[in-house]
């Protein structure tokens, strides 16, 4: 009987990871002698000319001409002489386990043949009474009253540190994300990554620059030096600069002072507890929405369940809405914004997240349109990403109400009569007392409350 | 020369293991599941064992990184040895050192080494640390025709004689050092042994692809090394039948090159050629052992294949004794 | 712009640069290969394919194949190079550069400042370096901070083949002796080239990717693994500045610190154990000047303290990969 064995992918070199055959020089059953040219396999660097290091013939001829294969891959079956049976080449073929020929770390070893299990494993050692702590830490986790078992130490060792108590003890948080920005483009000039940057975020030529640093090199002090050429120079040591207002800031002034000074504030506060909204957040593969696209949809539902607060107040009219248009505060270089999630409560949380992304950017870009950041029945401010516990807004006119929202804090609840520390969020409801009453108000916060409470409802 | 019939068996089941490890090696390779380097001894494997064969447990040698004929000379657990190159936990270095680093201190095997040249000054601290212990022992360098030309392997042989250590140069002349030969890169061309003369020490030559000569010239030079007269060295001209290291596409040999060495130096059959022509062994009972050696070769693949990898977290145990 | 990969970037720039300049001489093992064979010379042109061809046109006394002597490969270099000419030297492993580490450390890099800035060592060497390839515990190694602590020399790591060209052209330029570090996983790696002249000069890092949320600074491979982290993160709408140094020294300070002063989190990818590391160096430089900056403390990711292993498995978990620098970048963020 023939005896086979596969023709894999040679490994040419030392860092060849795949090879293209160029051309079969063989056909498949006909016998060849030692030394006859089988193969010619490209590499990226040459072609090779593959001999027949021994007498034989290939059975099966897998890998075609002109593709390109990792190293290890079976690209035929050979036989020592004789024809073999497709049952003994099929055989063959599935025996045949492909090397990993992959430089990547990340990509898992392909593991060996199942070997008999090994004597039972004794039983992993108790927890040793003496945890590897640091002095401070240990005063750290009694003062705070942290239990260090669960702690996976950060120093030599596992040695709990300070710094691991201290996080321990400490609610998680969600940083407020900048994203990715797009490349700054190179050009010719000889500036930093952030010279660059900043000259293209506000139009100046680098090469009207000159550099300060080493070798001429155009630093982010000179980008920022010719901003401020251009703008007014800086005030005196005892000095006051008048800057007159923009147009747009006259515009948020006109407005506010109408808003502050017309309308009939009351102000409705509570705190809600925010733990089950990260965890459902921070559970979310992929893209995930924003605490405050979260909050966004909640509001929306709860003036669904409300629409007493739906609504904008034109002289002695009340305009209801069908839907819930939520205007949401912006922050901006030249002054705040708010651009309009329209109809929310029809939307998916997905929608909103991208919907409020594409707004806020181009809110930030200055590039709204009008119809943009105009309307809206309700608005939302939320200044949790400065750290701020807690604020009342003012009424964005015509609406009839505004939900300010402080930053998810750690604090204690009553959960089913046990005291536990969760994030907090503090809401404040502002509402126009002609339109809207306190009933009204405590209502909406029922709602809302609920929706953030238990998020599986948005 | 008389040998007895145990021991001529024993040299020939040393080389051919060497050889069958070796060829079998070749093959697997290809598959591309043993990764890294491998550098192939076939050839060479009357070197390994003809001066392996003079040395105990305690004589102490220094390998290279083509160094599997010499473990398996100095003894090394040829199934440990296979599963250290396929990289497994139970391999003889763990999986962490491979091909190039295989090591057996309980056999007196100081190591293979990536680093040309390396070995030499090693040696010599194992012939002080073996004139210390009194037992008439020796520390041995295998170098070839590449790491004669490092300047830690002159600066070795200087050490050796300067302090009469009992310290062993054995340099494989293949011809090839890496890529490059060795008329080209050793200006003695094709005379390592005058070096070591020339550092004040005795040298040996013999034909590395003969068992019996370079056997014969080894008793010679380690009688002269054990009466206390200081370092030697020895010349041994060999044949490195594969490439540098596997994957090597040999674009440097000639025509026909390799081939021609296989029929004409081949240290295999001239051990057999030598012991039929006078009537020393049956070919039957050397076709026995090359049976016997082929088993041997396909259980270490086939366990070595099947054995458990290294445990990941298992990384940097080991880089210390104490920490 | 022509589209290459490292190792043609290089070879066509030593190539071209030769032509240009008959000060340039290169030796090293087997770069010319085969000398003293039946199949010839040139039967290799250097293992790595970076210097073929360079032989048949400038001939033996311009392209010196050498005996394995590393400390004569480099101390040669030295001497050539105080004596005016421009050799290029390659160390096929930058481990060797433990058996060549006098020439470099106490010469090369010390002969100007010994020698009262009387003499120049335009000596470029070039070293193999890198884990990848279960090449084992003396083949696998990036010495780069090592040599980065030297001074004297600079230290060059090009990640794509524009940069090859670029700091390879400037290198041979120079009149300073440059450590010219080629990752053995990266020399396939495509990309534009500009034609022509293409200098890049050194301490100028360059921004793969810009992002508010945190700096990861790289260098060699570590830039390429740094991409495949951000190219995660940015699915999660988190933005990272990914800086390739392209020479740690000198070191571009600027943009790191411009930008750490922007994120406010450093991560530093480096294929080293982590003692003196170049990791452990960046780190240093950020805590000391942007350390109001920080939020949360810097992260490195490196090797174990250990040398690097040959199994796979143990090779996989020594090395730093994408996915330990996208566990580095969250980890960051969730500091509190």
Redesign the interface.
């Given at each position: 009987m023939a005896k086979l064995k596969p023709f894999p992918m040679p490994k040419w070199g030392i860092e060849m990871s795949e090879g293209t055959i160029a051309e079969w020089l063989v056909e498949e059953n006909r016998p060849f002698d030692k030394g006859t040219l089988l193969t010619l396999i490209e590499t990226d660097k040459i072609t090779n000319e593959v001999e027949a290091e021994a007498p034989g013939r290939f059975v099966r001829i897998i890998a075609k001409a002109g593709e390109t294969y990792p190293v290890g891959t079976l690209l035929a079956v050979l036989s020592d002489g004789g024809e073999a049976s497709a049952a003994e080449i099929d055989a063959v073929v599935a025996a045949f386990k492909p090397a990993d020929s992959s430089f990547e770390p990340d990509t898992p070893v392909p593991s060996p043949a199942p070997v008999p299990a090994p004597a039972a494993t004794p039983a992993p050692p108790p927890v040793p009474d003496d945890v590897a702590i640091s002095p401070a830490a240990r005063a750290r986790a009694a003062d705070a009253g942290v239990d260090v078992t669960g702690i996976s130490g950060s120093g030599r060792g596992g040695r709990i540190t300070a710094q691991d108590v201290d996080q321990a003890a400490r609610a998680p948080t969600e940083p407020h994300l900048a994203g990715p920005y797009p490349l700054s483009p190179g050009g010719t000039a000889f500036a930093s990554p952030m010279a660059r940057r900043l000259a293209t975020l506000h139009a100046v030529a680098l090469d009207e620059i000159t550099g300060t640093g080493p070798r001429g090199r155009i630093r982010k002090a000179d980008v920022l030096a010719r901003l401020a050429d251009a703008a007014p120079p800086p005030p005196a040591p005892g000095e006051i600069t008048v800057t007159p207002m923009s147009s747009m800031r006259r515009t948020i002034a006109r407005r506010l002072t109408e808003a502050k000074s017309t309308i009939p504030h009351f102000y409705v506060r509570r705190r809600v507890r925010a733990d089950r909204l990260l965890a459902l957040r921070a559970a979310v593969q992929g893209q995930r929405p924003s605490v405050n696209d979260y909050l966004v949809k909640a509001c929306a539902l709860a003036l669904r369940e409300v629409p007493r607060l739906n609504i904008q107040v034109h002289g002695t009219e009340i305009h209801r809405f069908a839907s819930a248009d939520i205007a949401v505060a912006v922050a901006t270089e030249r002054g705040l914004v708010t651009p309009i999630v329209t109809a929310a409560d029809q939307r998916s949380l997905a929608d909103i997240s991208a919907t409020m992304a594409a707004l806020a950017q181009r809110a930030r870009a200055g590039t709204l349109k009008l119809e943009e950041f105009t309307g809206g029945s309700f608005s939302l401010s939320n200044l949790g990403g400065f750290g701020v516990e807690q604020f009342d807004a003012i009424i964005n006119p015509p609406q009839g109400a505004i939900l300010a929202v402080g930053t998810a804090r750690p604090e204690p609840i009553d959960d089913d009569g046990a005291i536990r520390i969760v994030p907090v969020l503090h809401l404040s409801l502002s509402c126009d007392h002609r339109a809207i009453d306190g009933a009204d108000a405590g209502r909406f916060m029922v709602a809302l409350a609920a929706l953030i409470e238990q998020p599986e409802l948005l | 020369m008389q040998l007895p019939r145990d021991e001529l068996i024993g040299a020939y089941r040393r080389m051919a293991t060497i050889r069958a490890f070796e060829e079998r090696l070749h093959e697997e390779i290809k598959t591309g599941e043993i990764v890294g380097f491998t550098h192939l001894y076939c050839g060479q494997e009357a070197a390994a064992v003809g001066v392996c064969d003079h040395l105990t447990d305690e004589d102490m040698i220094v390998s290279t990184h083509r160094g599997h004929g010499h473990c398996i000379a100095k003894g090394c657990d040829v199934k440990a040895m296979m599963k250290e190159i396929y990289g497994r936990r139970d391999g003889l270095c763990k999986g962490r050192g491979g091909s190039m680093h295989i090591a057996d201190l309980s056999v007196g095997m100081l190591g293979a080494n990536g680093i040309v040249g390396a070995g030499a000054p090693q040696a010599v601290g194992a012939a002080i640390a073996a004139r210390l212990d009194g037992k008439g022992r020796v520390g041995l360098a295998f170098s070839g025709d590449g790491a004669c030309n490092q300047g830690t392997t002159f600066e070795a042989m200087n050490l050796a004689v300067v302090v009469k250590a009992p310290a062993v140069f054995v340099f494989e002349n293949n011809h090839y050092s890496e890529h490059t030969g060795d008329s080209y890169a050793v200006g003695t061309s094709n005379d390592i042994a005058s070096r070591a003369e020339a550092f004040g020490m005795r040298a040996w030559r013999a034909d590395g692809c003969d068992y019996f000569d370079t056997y014969e010239a080894m008793r010679e030079l380690l009688d002269y090394v054990r009466a206390g007269n200081g370092p030697a060295a020895i010349e041994l001209d060999t044949e490195r039948f594969y490439g540098h290291f596997e994957g090597d596409p040999q674009r440097y040999r000639g025509p026909g090159e390799v081939d021609r060495l296989r029929e004409t130096r081949d240290c295999l059959k001239a051990f057999r050629a030598r012991v039929g022509e006078a009537k020393l062994l049956d070919p039957a009972d050397l076709d026995r052992v090359d049976a016997e050696v082929a088993q041997l070769i396909e259980e270490a693949v086939t366990e070595a294949r099947a054995a458990p990898p290294p445990d990941p977290a298992d990384v940097a145990q080991d880089v210390y004794v104490d920490y | 712009m022509a589209i290459m990969?490292i190792?043609e970037a290089i070879s066509s720039t030593l190539m071209a640069e030769m032509e240009r300049d008959s000060s340039i001489i290169v030796l090293g093992?087997?770069i010319v290969?085969?000398?003293?064979?039946?199949?010839?010379p040139e039967?290799?042109g250097g293992?790595?394919?970076t210097t073929p061809g360079l032989y048949a046109k400038f001939g033996a006394d311009r392209v010196i194949?050498t005996?394995?002597?590393?400390?004569?490969i480099i101390g040669a270099a030295a001497g050539a190079a105080l004596a005016g000419k421009r050799p290029v030297a390659e160390l096929m492993f930058a481990?060797?550069v433990?058996?060549s580490l006098d020439q470099l450390w106490n010469q090369m890099a010390k002969f100007r400042y010994m020698f009262g800035g009387k003499t120049r060592c335009p000596a470029v060497v070039r070293l193999i370096y890198g884990a990848?390839?279960?090449?084992?515990?003396?083949?696998s190694q990036s010495v780069y901070a090592m040599l980065t602590a030297m001074p004297g020399l600079k230290v060059v790591l090009p990640t794509t083949p524009a940069d090859a060209k670029g700091l390879l052209t400037e290198a041979l330029r120079g009149d300073d002796p440059v450590m010219f570090f080629e990752h053995?996983?990266l020399?396939?790696v495509k990309g534009e080239v500009p034609d022509g002249e293409h200098r890049q000069?050194f301490?100028?890092?360059r921004?793969v990717?810009?992002?508010?949320?945190a700096t990861v600074v790289a260098c060699g491979r570590m830039v390429n693994f740094g991409e495949k982290a951000?190219d995660k993160l940015?699915?999660?709408?988190?933005?990272?500045?990914l800086?390739d140094l392209r020479t740690t020294s000198p070191l571009?300070e600027?943009?790191i610190l411009?930008?750490v002063e922007?994120?406010g989190r450093l991560i530093v990818a480096d294929e080293s154990p982590p003692r003196c590391s170049l990791a452990a160096d960046i780190a240093a430089l950020v805590a000391a000047k942007a350390f109001t900056s920080l939020?949360a403390?810097p992260q490195m990711v490196t090797g174990?303290?250990?040398?690097i292993?040959?199994?796979?498995?143990?090779?996989?978990?020594?090395?730093?990969?994408?996915?330990k620098i996208e566990d580095a970048v969250r980890r960051a963020?969730?500091?509190?």
């Open positions: - | - | 990969n190792r093992e087997d290969g085969g000398a003293g064979t039946a199949g010839g039967a290799i293992i790595w394919g194949d005996p394995i002597s590393e400390s004569a481990d060797f433990g058996v990848g390839m279960n090449t084992a515990a003396q083949h053995k996983t020399y396939g000069r301490g100028e890092a921004m990717r810009e992002g508010g949320d951000a940015a699915a999660d709408g988190i933005g990272i500045d800086i571009d600027e943009a411009d930008s922007a994120t939020k403390p174990p303290h250990a040398p292993p040959f199994a796979r498995e143990l090779e996989r978990a020594w090395v730093p990969s994408p996915q963020l969730a500091f509190r």
